[in-house]
């Protein structure tokens, strides 16, 4: 019995540690922890953890102790054949590799601005995947990471991008569009980054300013067609403030301009405990409180765009605290959560009262001391 016992703990103890590697599970999304940040992780390697639409947190609460979401980890979501849609917040900075392995049906992808490095085989044959969004914080597009996308037709390249590994693109049949935010032409390994055949069948949209830098270099200048590309001169959101209670969701939808510019916007909520967004806009009331939903241009514009969203206020003592007062630039921004009225006094002692509408309200501003009073509260602003 002795000797028995002796080969089960050897056994046991040569077992790989990844079969249970996680250090807690909270919703449906398991975690490993590394001092006040998390990781996400599987339940057990290789066989498949997550299904349908997962929404990665930006912060997680564990036995009280709140957990900053930073990573995906190694091969998070490998051989997860039923997910459908992933949202990646923008505390990430690092996806890890085979972190998203054969997800054959994953169509669409948005890495955001909080994104620094992509390991390798990230998304390594995701067969099903259509559309990439690269952030504007990624350096370095790895090896083979998103070789055997087959069905992959758009992918954006962020600004920051200076190297594409060997096969980064490579056996992506059906990619046709290709647009590339950076003013200086990315470095490739060889021509092995994409495929053979996208030489002669993508068109590659690049900043005007850069077009001949792209069309002189040893290897982009093998794409046969060259687009200049529309930045965006305007952004704007359908809605500047709803209230919502908990549970419940609202669309919001940005338009750009001109019509031809990158449609692709960034979504990031100001506070993940009070409203979450995904990155088509749809913004889900969560707790009590006041969160901003801000939209931002990829295409290097800079460019943004504000909702603000409020949870669970139905007192009027409660409207009234969030309003908000404030100077930017040389305008006075009012944002209220109800149609009120709003009063004006410059230090000569003249004033006036406007009725402003629910949401951010603009109104430009001579220098000067400026008293503003809305709803019980008194802002003194210098412009």
Not at 187 to 203: G, L
Not at 297 to 313: E, F, I, R
Not at 328 to 357: C, H, L, W, Y
Request: glycine share 6%.
């Amino acid at each position: 019995m002795k000797k028995f016992l002796m080969l089960f703990v050897s056994i046991a103890a040569m077992l790989p540690a990844s079969m249970s590697a996680y250090d807690f599970k909270e919703g449906d999304i398991y975690y490993n922890v590394d001092g006040n940040e998390a990781a996400v992780t599987f339940e057990i390697e290789g066989v498949g953890s997550y299904s349908g639409d997962v929404v990665i947190p930006e912060t997680v609460v564990h036995n009280g102790v709140e957990y900053a979401v930073t990573a995906i980890g190694y091969k998070a979501f490998l051989n997860c054949y039923n997910l459908t849609s992933i949202e990646i917040p923008n505390s990430i900075d690092s996806i890890s590799s085979h972190a998203f392995r054969s997800c054959e049906k994953l169509q669409s992808v948005v890495i955001p601005n909080s994104v620094v490095t992509l390991y390798p085989c990230a998304f390594h044959s995701c067969t099903g995947l259509k559309s990439v969004v690269i952030g504007n914080s990624v350096r370095v597009i790895d090896e083979y990471c998103f070789q055997y996308c087959y069905q992959l037709t758009d992918v954006v390249i962020g600004s920051s991008v200076e190297y594409l590994e060997i096969k980064a693109f490579y056996d992506c049949y059906s990619l046709r569009d290709v647009t590339c935010l950076a003013m200086t032409p990315p470095a490739m390994y060889e021509w092995y980054s994409f495929y053979d055949y996208n030489y002669e069948n993508v068109t590659v949209h690049v900043p005007a300013s850069a077009m001949d830098a792209y069309k002189a270099d040893q290897y982009w200048g093998m794409f046969n067609q060259y687009v200049s590309l529309t930045m965006a001169t305007g952004l704007t959101l359908d809605k500047s403030l709803v209230s919502l209670n908990g549970g419940e969701q609202v669309q919001l939808t940005a338009t750009i301009e001109p019509a031809d510019a990158i449609s692709a916007v960034e979504w990031t909520t100001s506070n993940s405990n009070v409203a979450i967004v995904n990155s088509n806009g749809m913004v889900t009331a969560v707790g009590a409180g006041e969160a901003v939903i801000t939209a931002a241009t990829l295409d290097g514009s800079g460019l943004t765009a504000q909702c603000v969203v409020l949870v669970g206020l139905t007192s009027i003592k409660e409207m009234n605290a969030a309003v908000r007062i404030y100077a930017q630039g040389e305008d006075i921004v009012v944002v209220t959560p109800v149609e009120m009225p709003v009063e004006f006094i410059m230090t000569n002692g003249m004033s006036r009262t406007v009725t402003a509408k629910a949401g951010v309200n603009v109104y430009p501003a001579g220098h000067g001391i400026h008293i503003v009073r809305a709803a019980g509260q008194v802002a003194k602003l210098k412009i």
